[in-house]
């Protein structure tokens, strides 16, 4: 049997690595997490606030949040389920402030960075199915839209981030059991909206 490494642990161990130089004094070791972790951090917030430019101070507020306290993370932690728990937490904070979820116009562009694995697969090619394509990425935000910070916490870290329910346990401060419920309810009313809405 292999003792080398799995791809996450070895993630995990070049975190360390990285978070022990900044503890160390090298602040710009902190780039390197910076750089591994900015675009999935984005990619969650966006997916919970849908929009582009809010979601990009947000992302910057995470990371300087990690950093101020980063001396509290416990190494034998996964560093990214703990910066997932700070940026749903921020995200939920501007939802509740602004009292509100965007409504409108689906964006593409915001659509392209956070539902790859809620929504289906269309060819470039085709401009019928890609009309149509937009028009289910709507409903399906729009659903989306009708779900509780809680509740749309949890649908994104588990079908776009692919979290575990463990992870999201962690990430979300949260019994599993507790986040299985919610996923179940948020899949739940997110189905009788789309089926209202297509009509079957």
């Known amino acids: 049997m292999s003792d080398k490494p799995s791809q996450a642990e070895s993630f995990r161990e070049l975190d360390r690595e990285l978070i022990e130089a900044v503890r160390a004094g090298d602040p710009t070791a902190y780039r390197g997490l ?3 972790y900015q675009g999935r951090v984005y990619a969650v917030i966006v997916g919970m606030i849908r929009d582009r ?5 947000l992302t910057q507020e995470v990371f300087i ?3 101020k306290h980063l001396d509290r993370f416990r190494l034998d932690s996964s560093f ?4 997932y728990r700070i940026a749903t937490n921020l995200a939920i904070d501007h939802i509740r402030k602004h009292k509100r979820y965007r409504h409108g116009e689906y ?3 915001v659509g392209r960075e956070s539902d790859h694995a809620i929504s289906p697969t269309v060819r470039k090619d085709d401009p019928g199915k890609n009309l149509e394509r937009k028009r289910l990425h709507g409903l399906i935000f729009d659903a989306l839209d009708e779900l509780s910070p809680d509740h749309r916490q949890i649908i994104v870290l588990r079908e776009v981030e692919g979290l575990s329910y463990k992870e999201i346990s962690e990430a979300c401060g949260i019994p599993e059991g507790t986040v ?5 309810y948020a899949r739940r009313k997110m189905q009788k909206r789309l089926k209202g809405q297509l009509g079957s």
């Open 34 to 36: 910076v750089e591994r």
């Open 53 to 57: 430019e809010e979601a990009k101070d």
């Open 65 to 67: 949040r990690a950093f």
């Open 80 to 83: 990214y389920t703990w910066l």
């Open 107 to 109: 964006d593409d562009a």
């Open 180 to 184: 299985m419920s919610r996923l179940f």
